[in-house]
């Protein structure tokens, strides 16, 4: 059984094609919250103080790839195993640029909430593409399904 069956018309099936196409809702919410949180954090009064700079490498840069990755998940109904590691690769560097954060609060040098609301996107985003690029995967090295009348 693959987890891509192909139709007739060569398109990816309505069943998986829904599939792809809710990842991409869940990515786009995910990603639109790793990518506002330090901006968002602040009115909610969870803010941590460090260099803009820092903030644009963490979260917008990463965001905006997954945004994209979601953009393409929505519109194709699908997500080719290439796009699915892009969005992997963003989610694993927002989340492995907050350990030193989790640290800090660890030891009381920032507040758990802040922490927290500037870690969990990467994590989820790490969680979903991670079960994607698996989908993704197992799609690409599954065998076409046989057509009917062919040889084996």
């Avoid at 690769?89 to 909430?113: I, K, N």
């Avoid at 994590?123 to 040889?151: E, F, H």
């Amino acid at each position: 059984m693959t987890l891509r069956p192909v139709v007739p018309s060569g398109r990816v099936a309505p069943a998986a094609e829904r599939w792809w196409r809710r990842l991409g809702v869940g990515l786009l919410a995910v990603g639109a919250w790793g990518l506002t949180a330090p901006y968002a954090a602040v009115p909610l009064g969870l803010g941590v103080d460090v260099p803009a700079v820092v903030e644009v490498v963490d979260h917008v840069v990463p965001g905006v790839a997954v945004l994209a990755v979601a953009g393409y998940a929505l519109r194709a109904g699908r997500l080719p195993l290439e796009a699915t590691l892009v969005g992997l690769l963003a989610g694993l560097w927002m989340t492995v640029t907050h350990l030193p954060l989790l640290a800090h609060a660890r030891h009381g040098l920032v507040a758990w909430p802040s922490a927290l609301f500037h870690s969990l996107p990467g994590i989820a985003l790490v969680t979903l593409l991670g079960v994607a690029a698996a989908k993704a995967w197992r799609a690409d090295v599954s065998p076409p399904p046989q057509q009917p009348g062919q040889p084996d």
